[in-house]
């Protein structure tokens, strides 16, 4: 498969743009770029072979996207949140895996040790993550426990001087990749715990995934714990319960708000150039007003989505954004860029389905981005629950 050029053009139908500051659109553009070069003509092919593209890991910790909102002295880049935002929208636009590399290693990874971690725990992993010297990963699902985590079975006991881990995660993203885990278990009153495991201790391994038709191009694999010691400094001593974890997928939920639009306007930007070109009926399929009625309700869509992701951003930068709000932002995002990726595919006829374009890529990343991090039902659930103070998860 030839190598792509990429001419995406950014949909602003609303003149977003005039609500960012130079050093946003700066930070955009850079990131933008660097898609257009290291991603867009290799991704393809890494997502056919079902391969991860390792080397994005020192690239992306070059360009600055792990842990954007970490204070510098830490090694993150001490951005605001409309910043990191607009770092995981380009990175999506390219594929959801490498979104995902960076949403997992700077708001599931970096955020807890900064946020729930000793001093010596960030000066000890934050500049090496933030650089991409090591990848680190995320381990709350298990076999049992996906939607509903706070039934984890995984779990620590006290042995003197250290702990012993013992227990199963899947669907980690980065883990086979990953010489660093953030791992979610019980200790011996139920209570939930952060743990750092670090590639290397006995007893700790990492098989990898096999088989998805989605996210092929992002390593994704288990984290099977048999008798793990792990040094007790290794525990996150400022966070006990639930909280912790979910307060982890606040960040990743909000990045993924952004970037799951990114892939949609990826599929409208390449959609709408096709359907300009591709003449049916003696005339092109643009001109059509079943294919008009797609376009517009595209840009409609993302125009939304574009507005709600920028007040979010707002909101999160001010210290103001409840977790609701961002469950809200993050379904919106995954079923508005899923429904643009199924009727773009459409609108390219049989291309649509190949590699020669990234629309099926997107399409079939994104339902695995509308199921992790919380599924659209559960986010459903979230929004009711706030809405009418009544919980109908249980
Ligand atoms: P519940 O009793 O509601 O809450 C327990 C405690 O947590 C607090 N809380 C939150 N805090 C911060 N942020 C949030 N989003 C929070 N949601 C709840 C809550 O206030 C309470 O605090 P406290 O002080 O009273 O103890 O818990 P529950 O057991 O009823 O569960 C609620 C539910 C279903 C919403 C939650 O468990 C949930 O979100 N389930 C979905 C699971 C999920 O999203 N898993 C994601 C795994 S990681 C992943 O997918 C990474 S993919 C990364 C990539 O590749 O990009
Ligand atoms: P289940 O919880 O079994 O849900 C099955 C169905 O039941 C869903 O449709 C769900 O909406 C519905 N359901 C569940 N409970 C209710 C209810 N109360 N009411 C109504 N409907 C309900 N996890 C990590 O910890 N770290 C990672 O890095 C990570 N990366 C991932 C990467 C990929 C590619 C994938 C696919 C998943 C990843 N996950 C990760 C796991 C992900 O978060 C879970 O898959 C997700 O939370 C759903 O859990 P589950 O798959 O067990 O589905």
Redesign the pocket.
Do not use: M, R
């Given at each position: 498969m030839a190598a792509k050029t990429d001419n995406f053009q950014s949909p602003d139908y609303f003149n977003v743009d005039e609500l960012l500051t130079e050093e946003h659109k700066l930070i955009r553009e850079s990131v933008r770029s660097y898609v257009k070069k290291e991603i867009s003509p290799i991704i393809e092919e890494y997502a056919q072979r079902a391969e991860f593209p390792v080397q994005i890991v020192k690239q992306l910790g070059e360009m600055g996207c792990f842990g954007p909102t970490i204070p510098e002295q830490y090694g993150g880049g001490g951005l605001d949140y409309i910043s990191y935002g607009l770092m995981m929208q380009e990175l999506e636009r390219g594929d959801s895996g490498v979104r995902s590399t960076a949403s997992?290693q700077g708001s599931?990874v970096m955020f807890p040790i900064y946020q729930y971690g000793s001093e010596e725990q960030r000066n000890k992993y934050l500049p090496k993550l933030a650089t991409g010297e090591w990848l680190g990963?995320?381990?709350?699902?298990e076999p049992d426990h996906?939607?509903?985590p706070g039934g984890m079975l995984t779990n620590i006991k006290d042995a003197g001087d250290h702990l012993i881990l013992n227990g199963a995660?899947m669907?980690?993203?980065?883990a086979p990749f990953a010489q660093v885990a953030v791992v979610w278990a019980k200790d011996e009153t139920g209570e939930i715990n952060g743990v750092i495991v670090e590639r290397g201790m006995e007893g700790f391994s990492t098989p990898t995934t096999h088989g998805?038709w989605?996210?092929r191009a992002?390593a994704?694999g288990e984290l099977v714990f048999d008798n793990v010691k792990v040094p007790k400094e290794n525990i996150l001593p400022n966070v006990k319960g639930l909280k912790g974890p979910l307060g982890c997928l606040t960040k990743a939920r909000y990045g993924i708000a952004w970037g799951a639009i990114g892939a949609a306007m990826d599929c409208y930007d390449i959609a709408l150039n096709y359907a300009k070109e591709r003449v049916q009926f003696g005339r092109p399929i643009a001109g059509f007003q079943l294919q008009q009625k797609k376009l517009a309700e595209m840009v409609t869509e993302i125009t939304k989505a574009q507005l709600l992701n920028w007040r979010l951003g707002v909101l999160m930068s001010e210290g103001k954004v409840t977790p609701q709000q961002v469950s809200m932002a993050k379904r919106n995002a995954c079923e508005v860029a899923a429904n643009i990726a199924r009727d773009a595919r459409q609108m390219l006829g049989g291309m649509g389905i190949t590699g020669e374009y990234p629309i099926m890529r997107h399409m079939m990343n994104l339902e695995?981005v509308i199921?992790?991090?919380?599924?659209?039902?559960?986010h459903l659930?979230i929004t009711g629950m706030d809405i009418t103070g009544l919980n109908?998860?249980?």
């Open positions: 997992v599931l990963c995320f381990g709350l699902t996906g939607s509903d995660k669907w980690i993203s980065n998805k989605s996210l992002s994704t695995s199921t992790y991090e919380g599924t659209h039902d559960i659930l109908a998860f249980k």
